[in-house]
């Protein structure tokens, strides 16, 4: 599940949903996967790290290269940037519908079986593919890079897979060369080509649970926790009201609370930031997998990650994040960067009763500088983490709104 619009800011939290409900087939028939061109058994390639997302280059049909997010959340390949369709020579291509979680109506969209991919060293041709009519998700702007689409399942499926999300590495073999891998052996259940965990949570107004949760690398939050019993997950005590975000629907809106802690083999996660979509607009429309919600790369980062899908097998090795709080963002205004626009930075949402609404900032405001550092010289990530800085820190804000060039002393607060 991926990242969309972004219609919440809080740093490296983004919910993206996106559910492909046409059918692909539940297994890869013969003959679909990557292979490595020539004797190459193995091999190593660096990727951005954006949001907490993992962006690789791929080419399509020999054109490229082109950003495409690493995903586990979906099955097949993606292409949410159509202006791209007419350099790769796709032919005919049959129109789909694309429902999700969200408030709005389905999305237009086509399928194609004669998309040609290569990562790396290694293809695999006649890719099942998605590609959708218009670029809903706006992926780029919210990046700071030009974003194409998504890559999951056939690739992950196709070698054994090692993530380093700190030193921005990924690693994959071939499965008959058995690397040695390090870290603690975690099963995962494979439903719709997506893999799921089954983790012990205690939550607030629940307790101790077994919960089902898919494995989501193109989720930038910590944790989502949606129905339990086939009934919406009961909030905590202590919550916020917030937008989670844009499915292929429209908006998912909710809550955000945490959780007392979660368990993942030998490791205790506490205090783990959570989001709580709105029932109508997220679990009830995905009850078929028996879900109670995701984990996603907010939490999967402070691991090193081996992939292994052919033996249901994820392999976790605690890195130096693990014992990083779960922050949310505390300024309450979601910054993102206009493409194709050389680092002019927007505001694009504020966030109901946080300090960005209480110094009146309005959306479509420009950023100039924050501490008095041209954000020419920043990038997102830079902006998005001194938004979250710690609770009670003063962030000196040089803004273009209303038609003139204003300051703004804006005080971080801790609303979660």
């Known amino acids: 599940m991926l990242l ?19 059918l692909w087939p539940p ?17 190593t390639m660096s990727f951005q790290l954006i949001k907490n997302l993992i962006v690789i280059p791929v080419y399509i049909n020999e054109k490229g290269p082109f950003n495409f997010i690493l995903d586990t959340g979906v099955a097949p390949l993606l292409i949410t940037d159509p202006s791209i369709l007419d ?26 079986n004669t998309i040609d991919v290569d990562v790396g060293a290694s293809r695999m041709d006649n ?19 030009h974003v194409h689409g998504i890559i999951g399942y056939y690739f992950l499926n196709s070698f054994i897979v090692k993530i380093d999300y700190f030193g921005h590495r990924m690693k994959f073999y071939k499965h ?28 607030p107004n629940v307790g101790l649970f077994n919960a089902r949760l898919l494995m989501d690398s193109g989720a930038s939050f910590a944790l989502s926790l949606e129905s339990i019993d086939s009934v919406k997950f009961p909030l905590p005590d202590s919550n916020i009201t917030a937008s989670l975000g844009m499915g292929f629907g429209g908006l ?22 959570t989001n709580y979509p709105d029932y109508a607009d997220g679990a009830a429309k995905v009850l078929s997998t028996g879900r109670n919600g995701s984990v996603g790369a907010e939490l999967l980062r402070r691991f090193h990650i081996t992939f292994d899908y052919r033996n249901s097998m994820v392999y976790l090795k605690p890195n130096s994040a693990l014992k990083n709080t779960f ?16 680092n002019r930075f927007f505001i694009e949402r504020i966030e109901a009763d946080s300090p960005a609404e209480d110094l009146g900032i309005n959306p479509g405001t420009e950023l100039l500088e924050i501490n008095f550092k041209p954000v020419t010289s920043l990038d997102l990530q830079t902006i998005v983490q001194m938004l979250k ?11 273009f709104q209303d038609e003139e060039i204003v300051y703004k002393v804006l005080t971080l607060k801790k609303r979660i």
Not at 33 to 40: C, D, L, N, P, Q
Not at 327 to 340: F, L
Not at 389 to 399: P, S
């Open 252 to 273: 998912i809106s909710g809550h955000i609370g945490r959780i007392q802690s979660m368990k993942i083999a030998d490791v205790i996660l506490e205090n783990v930031l």
């Open 27 to 43: 297994k890869p028939v013969q003959g679909q996967t990557f292979e490595f061109k020539g004797k190459r058994k193995q091999q």
């Open 127 to 145: 890719v099942p593919a998605a590609i959708l009519k218009n670029d809903i998700f706006n992926l780029s702007n919210f990046l700071g890079i």
């Open 176 to 203: 008959e060369v058995k690397p040695k891998i390090k870290g603690m052996a975690v099963p995962i259940e494979l439903i719709l080509n997506k893999p799921y965990l089954h983790l012990p949570v205690l939550a």
């Open 87 to 112: 350099s790769l020579e796709l032919g005919i291509l049959r129109p789909i519908k694309i429902s999700g979680l969200g408030k709005g109506e389905v999305i237009e969209a086509y399928s194609s």
């Open 4 to 22: 969309g619009l972004f219609a919440f800011a809080r740093i490296c939290h983004w919910l993206v949903v996106i559910w492909l409900m046409f």
């Open 327 to 342: 922050d949310h963002d505390m300024s309450g205004m979601e910054v993102y960067m206009e493409e194709g626009k050389s």
């Open 389 to 399: 800085a710690g609770n009670g820190k003063n962030v000196v804000l040089k803004l």
